[in-house]
């Protein structure tokens, strides 16, 4: 009897930008924690992409992320930095030593062995605007793609914390609710959430309801602000009349836009 060959497994590699993030870095570590463990992997290493560390992030300027992380879960890869940084010539986007990504994926598929991921990161927000590059990980994106290409390796690529959007439903308290309706940036949630909320996927859609009424949000990831967990929202509202297939449709229009659909070899 014939068997099929076992299909190669693929490797994720994780891209991210800590915008938010300065203030926050232990509560960072322990939700990225508890995500990846409901996800049956090991707390991941973290790659710093960055070309300088020198920010004004706290949390994230010099040595201090590293420190906080310990040795075995961090590595800072300057190599894969956007040289325009440094020389404030040429091309906005320019990496160091664009060679160095396969270091970077053979450091991933070596991880995988003991289900543990990599997160590759800098400090922006969004990785494209409006469909256009908006910071230099979508080239080191394109360049561990291309390296995966070159030796057959499997692997997707993609945005912190992955996964397609979803619709979650929360009720809220009159007053919570009140804000949120009027333009709050911001949904609370409470100073402690499981990781199933930590790890909601980008672009998701969230109907916060209260006393019979509603109001829809597409949000981010969930991030800490003022001692507790929230849902940042990306976009506030469509028409009154816009139904839940209407902000899907919008949600994953700004996921392509923002550079958040993943990428597979």
Not at 213 to 235: D, H, K, T
Not at 240 to 258: C, K, N, Q, S, V
Request: charged share 25%.
């Amino acid at each position: 009897m014939q068997h099929d060959e076992a299909e190669p497994m693929k490797t994720t590699l994780f891209s991210w930008g800590y915008y938010g993030w300065g203030n926050h870095t232990p509560d960072l570590i322990h939700a990225v924690d508890a995500v990846e463990k409901s996800r049956g992997f090991e707390p991941p290493i973290f790659v710093d992409i960055r070309i300088r560390r020198s920010v004004r992030a706290v949390g994230f300027s010099g040595a201090n992320f590293e420190k906080l992380l310990g040795a075995k879960r961090h590595v800072w890869m300057k190599s894969l930095g956007n040289q325009r940084i440094v020389s404030g010539e040429g091309p906005e986007i320019q990496i160091a030593e664009p060679e160095r990504a396969e270091d970077l994926l053979h450091f991933a598929a070596t991880r995988a062995n003991t289900k543990t991921r990599l997160i590759y990161f800098c400090s922006c927000q969004w990785p494209r605007c409006d469909g256009n590059i908006n910071c230099h990980r979508v080239t080191v994106t394109e360049l561990l793609q291309k390296a995966a290409k070159k030796k057959g390796q499997s692997v997707q690529l993609v945005e912190w914390p992955g996964g397609q959007s979803r619709h979650i439903q929360l009720e809220a308290v009159p007053e919570v609710f009140r804000a949120i309706r009027k333009g709050g940036k911001t949904i609370p949630l409470g100073r402690e959430v499981d990781a199933e909320m930590l790890g909601l996927p980008s672009c998701s859609v969230v109907t916060v309801r209260s006393n019979g009424e509603s109001v829809n949000r597409i949000v981010g990831p969930a991030m800490r602000y003022r001692e507790q967990w929230c849902l940042p929202v990306l976009l506030m509202s469509l028409s009154p009349e816009a139904g839940i297939a209407e902000y899907h449709a919008r949600a994953d229009t700004l996921r392509r836009d923002w550079g958040f659909e993943p990428v597979e070899t």
